[in-house]
């Protein structure tokens, strides 16, 4: 690392400065035209640039950058129009507190959406391949409206005041062009999805073997089914990289008392005598239960054996990178 003055920066053309930027720690005596050029120069190498300043002579570059940073206190009014946030405490420490707020916040929306479109999409799949099969609905309007209530309520919500994760400052800014729904994420949507309708409509199909037609207990067992997977997809949208065992299973309180009340009110559905009767569902085996625990705890795994697969696969593709720099 090495410092520059202002006076070397003049001495250099634009295509100069980027290729030597990456090396420089330090510029002093710099003037408002100096301030610009080191930020277009950061820019084009692909950093994304976040600038402090408290004087009229920062306004520029304050405009150029990818955000600027105005001093509540000690700023001036001209350094506060042109910033895009104000730091009110002139902190430092506090924008690293906001960088780590505000990662964790765009994260858990992903993960909030990542559930939200699973749940969707095999709902909707499964009330259309029914259809489409020729075979009776499997879930009746009341059951669908409670599944509606879980994939909106509590545990969904729960999901978007996760914890931040430790690890988020380690992480590069985002790319600010690349929407939120990646391919990454698509894909782990439709992984989920599959799972749920898959088991779904067997566990259905298999009800149904008996022959007898669509009874109470055949739409219970499907209900159930459903709810079931609900929850276990949940739990493992708590974290796009990291195993729930990583993050720690007690660390979110409100996800467990949300999970816990829904779980509560799936058994009070199922064994409630008047909620019996408006969900038309009837009281399942202790046997019932623990195969459809075992079951819907399929969508889980998988989604953890994929994280694992890829942290694997992400620490060999680091060694390589670090044996080829070391060479």
Not at 111 to 140: D, E, H, K, Y
Not at 153 to 175: F, I, T
Not at 191 to 199: C, E, M, V, W
Not at 286 to 315: A, P
Request: aromatic share 8%; with cysteine.
């Amino acid at each position: 690392m090495q410092a520059m003055s202002g006076h070397d920066i003049d001495q250099m053309n634009e295509m100069q400065l980027e290729k030597i930027i990456n090396t420089v720690s330090v510029f002093y005596r710099v003037t408002p035209k100096h301030k610009l050029a080191i930020v277009k120069a950061l820019q084009q190498n692909g950093h994304i640039v976040g600038m402090t300043g408290d004087g009229v002579n920062d306004g520029v570059a304050l405009k150029r950058a990818d955000i600027g940073i105005a001093m509540g206190k000690n700023g001036t009014d001209v350094c506060k129009e042109a910033a895009d946030m104000i730091l009110v405490d002139d902190d430092f420490h506090t924008i690293i507190a906001a960088i780590e707020e505000g990662k964790g916040i765009f994260w858990n929306i992903r993960n909030f959406v990542r559930f939200q479109l699973s749940t969707s999409i095999a709902a909707l799949s499964l009330i259309a391949l029914s259809t489409l099969m020729g075979i009776s609905n499997p879930l009746n309007a009341m059951q669908i409206l409670w599944i509606n209530i879980i994939m909106d309520g509590p545990p969904a919500q729960s999901l978007g005041v996760e914890p931040v994760d430790q690890d988020v400052l380690k992480q590069k800014p985002r790319n600010v062009k690349q929407p939120m729904i990646s391919k990454s994420l698509i894909i782990n949507v439709l992984l989920s999805a599959g799972i749920i309708i898959l088991g779904t409509l067997w566990v259905f199909q298999r009800e149904m073997a008996d022959g007898t037609g669509v009874t109470s207990r055949d739409t219970t067992m499907t209900f159930t089914c459903f709810v079931l997977f609900d929850m276990w997809n949940a739990l493992s949208c708590r974290s796009q990289t990291k195993s729930v065992f990583q993050i720690g299973l007690f660390t979110n309180r409100m996800f467990l008392l949300a999970v816990g009340f829904s779980l509560l009110g799936q058994l009070l559905v199922i064994y409630f005598p008047p909620l019996q009767m408006v969900f038309q569902t009837e009281a399942l085996s202790v046997m019932d239960l623990l195969f459809l625990v075992s079951l819907t705890s399929s969508v889980f795994i998988v989604s953890e054996l994929k994280k694992w697969f890829e942290r694997t696969m992400e620490r060999r593709m680091y060694r390589k990178r670090t044996e080829l720099d070391f060479v």
